[in-house]
């Protein structure tokens, strides 16, 4: 028997061509499909396609969950796909779809690793300074010698006086083989940047290259960790450098440089246009297209004559200082002025150099979105050209990390918590470092036979900007029962569709104010502002707690939760960008944060409050399991041990009523049952499906049946918890409700737990938290002794009670969870809220769309509020008066 799921590209059609392949994640109901291995992959025509399968997680039971499924490289890419499994053995057996198939090769011995894609070849040496030390197409050596580089500098030079730039080179300390085939290979190398003249050594890196089957393009990922001391260390470039050889004549040379929109730089080493005499149209034609120019006696001996005395054109930059312009130039060689090309807008970070041999194309994503970047092509008319992609441009100010104010006295925690109330900013000294934060970047290496026509390469460079990408459509993700309470977009009512267009003006106006506030930068691409100022017009970038959200109250979850429903390419691409974010620089990747988060601020790193609410896996395993990516699943391996902080650092020491008395003991740490209980759950439970660890699983069913065994369940708290054990204390009696216990996951969290395990006691424990936190101060009294406390976001936790509703099959819970939608919403819950006025200058710096009471906090909670009770309850949506209106 066989069971058949569609599978579709994330923009609506097929990419001219697949030049390297691709690869996504999908999942299955639970108990359907025994192993990846049962899986199949057939084109829109129902025939076989060579794929290659993996499991990323299984259910409890031990079937698959999700799957990781790789395609090679193709020229005629189908306009969808179907994947097939057997709940049998089909004759054959799956690896019948490889059979004749080109395949991905990997050959290891002690001083290297060779890969083969069929097209083209890498080598990888296990130590030295070189990421590859060649890579050829076709028995052709087309790149070789790839490294990364950086420079540091010791100030930043503000006053008179000198300042010094250090040059350093990445020096490989590991190669490691993660997949080998046959239609996708993972390559890992590991090590950090060692100074060119010295011992120091910094930013510890990791770089992984993919290949697929008859690929002649390699993705590169990039992602390091800042280890400075952002007192005294200044990048001043962070980049990854090609030598190109190249052999032959000048004049058939070929620079190619993408500008904005889709344009290119066209230009030869040493060009034949233009000049006073004319070489003849068919050379001009031949080298403008990159074509071999005829025979020098085919030529007019006017111009072959004279080629000594064209200049030839060694060197090209490309620089990307803002978001909003870069600077061409080029020269003929070192020690001589540059030549301005032309300026333009945002630059698709593309370049390639080649010749008649062929050549490299380098594109690096979101390039003018990461700015500053920067590409460099040097010796262009010598045997063998460089092409540096700079992740972070040298000819930008260097980058400065330190704190953005003196501390402003606050000394004491009561002097902060005093700060805390005029700023919002959660400010300790010493806590502002951003010492263990991260950046990833993809790169995607062109290998070229000869040099390419324009308009392949301007398909390269599109490829490049946004890979093509294949997903299951949300139907088919909603009837695998994954992630909770959901469902696709339903407009089949007036009160329906006014809800869905609330989320979409929600979405397209954050979207907008990516671009109208430029929400770009190495640092701040992928993240959103916290809170408006309208006396300004401005978001509150520079108040303290209100600038640089870091995922508070859940944004990442509400874009995946939109995206998961509606399959919009803008969405997840969105979404993208932040879970890039969030997981990379709002964390800590080493150090004694390592594993934790740090709340919104000025500055990504700047806040004290270093918590696992912000680190959790809760925003990350979307991305990991739609696309399989390694990078993500690094990030959820870090956080496997996270309990560990909880016995260095305490998140709550502040505020804590035992303050004077409490120290952090191993076995008795106190945990919150709410932000920290939740990130913990979705660590455990995440690698638990993900490598089966005994050890999260355990921690993880145990803490459940520690909850459901406290006499107040998830009202506690606090419970006190062993860090050796793995388990809670039950024998606490206290109430202690936060209005943040339940808006950064857990909710999410709780209902996939309770319909993935069984525990009647745990499901008891959260079905009366669900129930009672919006009941009447009557109804908590009677079932508990007291009114509850802490009741705020009642908009936000209008979804416990729907989830309630849904569960009991109770009309009147339902009713109650629409009213609270409805009247509790702090900034939305009115018409006025769901429009925009623009705003032009002189008053602004240029002219802004604003909707004033729209902030972060509440537009992911009445995002999820309305997607969650729409999924939970949205028959009982009144069809009269509808909500928020």
């Keep these: 028997m066989t069971q058949h799921a569609p599978i579709t590209w994330i923009d609506g059609e097929p990419p001219a061509g697949l030049s390297g392949g691709t690869t996504w994640g999908m999942p299955f109901q639970r108990g359907t499909v025994p192993d990846a291995a049962a899986l199949r992959v057939l084109d829109s025509g129902g025939s076989n396609v060579t794929a290659q399968t993996?499991?990323?997680?299984?259910?409890?039971?031990?079937?698959?969950?999700w799957a990781g499924i790789a395609l090679g490289a193709t020229d005629q890419p189908a306009s969808e796909y179907q994947v097939t499994h057997f709940t049998g053995t089909p004759d054959g057996g799956p690896e019948a779809a490889v059979h004749g198939s080109p395949e991905v090769t990997v050959t290891e011995t002690e001083e290297s690793v060779t890969v083969s894609t069929g097209s083209l070849d890498m080598v990888l040496q296990r130590s030295g300074a070189s990421l590859f030390s060649r890579l050829t197409r076709d028995g052709s050596v087309v790149a070789k010698?790839?490294?990364?580089?950086s420079l540091r500098q010791n100030d930043l030079g503000e006053e008179a006086g000198s300042t010094t730039r250090e040059g350093f080179t990445g020096r490989t300390t590991s190669v490691t083989v993660e997949q080998r085939g046959p239609v996708r290979a993972v390559i890992r190398v590991e090590g950090q940047h060692r100074a060119d003249a010295g011992e120091r050594e910094w930013l510890p890196f990791t770089v992984r290259f993919y290949f697929y089957?008859?690929?002649?393009?390699?993705?590169?990922?990039?992602?390091?960790?800042?280890?400075g001391d952002a007192e005294r260390d200044f990048l001043a470039g962070l980049g990854v450098r090609f030598t190109v050889p190249l052999a032959s004549e000048l004049h058939d040379r070929h620079i190619r440089i993408a500008g904005a929109d889709g344009g290119f730089l066209v230009e030869a080493v040493r060009g034949l246009t233009g000049l006073r005499r004319d070489p003849g149209e068919a050379v001009r034609t031949a080298q403008v297209a990159g074509r071999p120019t005829p025979p020098l006696n085919e030529w007019s001996p006017l111009v072959s004559e004279r080629l000594h005395l064209i200049p030839s054109w060694n060197d090209y930059t490309l620089a990307q200082l803002t978001a909003d312009g870069f600077e061409l130039r080029k020269r003929t060689a070192a020690g001589h002025g540059w030549v301005g090309i032309s300026g333009g807008t945002r630059s698709a970070g593309f370049c390639s150099v080649s010749d008649l041999g062929g050549g490299l194309g380098i594109g690096i994503r979101d390039f003018w979105q990461s700015h500053p970047g920067q590409l460099d092509i040097r010796g262009a008319a010598s045997a063998e050209a460089t092409v540096t992609a700079w992740l972070y441009s040298p000819e930008a100010q260097p980058m400065d990390l330190r704190f953005y104010h003196d501390g402003l006295g606050q000394d004491t925690f009561e002097d902060q918590l005093e700060g805390l109330e005029i700023t919002y900013e959660d400010y300790e000294p010493g806590f502002g470092n951003p010492t263990g934060i991260a950046r990833t970047h993809e790169l995607t290496l062109f290998a070229y036979d000869t040099t390419p026509s324009t308009e392949s390469l301007a398909e390269d460079a599109r490829a490049a900007s946004a890979p093509p990408l294949l997903q299951p459509t949300p139907q088919y993700l909603h009837a695998a029962g994954v992630f909770g309470d959901w469902a696709p977009v339903d407009r089949s009512t007036p009160a329906r569709a006014e809800l869905e267009d609330k989320l979409d003006f929600l979405f397209d106006f954050y979207q907008g104010q990516t671009e109208q506030r430029r929400w770009y930068g190495f640092w701040n691409y992928g993240d959103v502002m916290h809170t408006y100022d309208t006396d300004r017009h401005v978001?509150?970038?520079?108040?303290g707690g209100y600038a640089w959200d870091n995922s508070e109250l859940s944004p990442d979850l509400w874009l995946w939760y939109m995206y998961l429903r509606t399959g919009r390419a803008d969405?997840?691409?969105?979404?993208?960008?932040?879970?890039?974010?969030?997981?990379?620089?709002d964390?800590?990747?080493l150090g004694p944060w390592r594993g934790l988060g740090s709340r919104h601020n000025v500055q990504h790193w700047g806040c004290s409050a270093k918590q696992l609410r912000i680190s959790t896996p809760a925003y990350r395993r979307f991305y990991y399991y739609l696309t399989a990516d390694e990078r993500t699943g690094d990030l959820l391996t870090e956080l496997v041990d996270s309990d560990q902080n909880f016995l260095g650092l305490d998140p709550v020491r502040k505020v804590r009523p035992d303050a004077d008395t409490y120290r952090p003991d191993r076995g008795a740490l106190g945990v919150g049952l709410g932000t920290d209980w939740g990130s913990l759950a979705a660590t455990w439970l995440t690698d638990w499906e993900r490598t089966g660890n005994p050890r999260s699983r355990d921690r993880l069913l145990g803490t459940m049946a520690d909850i459901g065994a406290l006499k107040y369940g998830f009202l506690t708290g606090e419970a006190l918890y062993d860090l050796d054990a793995g388990r809670f204390d039950v024998g606490r009696e206290v109430i202690s409700v936060s209005h943040l216990s339940a808006v950064f996951g857990l909710v999410e969290i709780c209902s996939e737990l309770i319909n993935l395990v069984p525990d009647k006691d745990f499901e008891a424990a959260w079905m009366q938290y669900c129930r009672l936190f919006l009941a009447t101060p009557e109804e908590q009294v009677a079932e508990v002794g007291q009114p509850l406390a802490g009741i705020y976001l009642t908009q936000a936790h209008s979804r416990l009670t729907a989830y309630a509703a849904a569960k009991l099959g109770s009309p009147e819970l339902a009713g109650l969870a629409w009213e609270s939608f409805a009247e509790g919403g702090e900034n939305l819950n009115h018409e006025e809220a769901f429009t925009v006025k623009t705003i032009l200058p002189p008053y602004v710096l240029q002219p802004v769309e604003e909707a004033p009471t729209v902030s972060t906090n509440d537009t992911a909670q009445f995002g999820l509020a309305v997607i969650q009770n729409l999924a939970l309850i949205g028959g009982e949506l009144p069809a009269e008066e509808v909500p928020a209106s």
């Excluded at 969405?571 to 620089?585: I, K, N, S």
Aim: aromatic share 16%.
């Design 54 to 65: 993996w499991p990323l997680a299984t259910w409890p039971d031990g079937s698959l969950k």
């Design 145 to 149: 010698d790839a490294r990364l580089v």
């Design 213 to 227: 089957a008859g690929a002649r393009s390699v993705r590169l990922m990039h992602s390091f960790i800042w280890d």
């Design 539 to 543: 978001w509150r970038y520079d108040v």
């Design 571 to 585: 969405v997840f691409r969105y979404a993208e960008a932040m879970t890039r974010h969030t997981g990379e620089v």
């Design 587 to 589: 964390v800590y990747h």
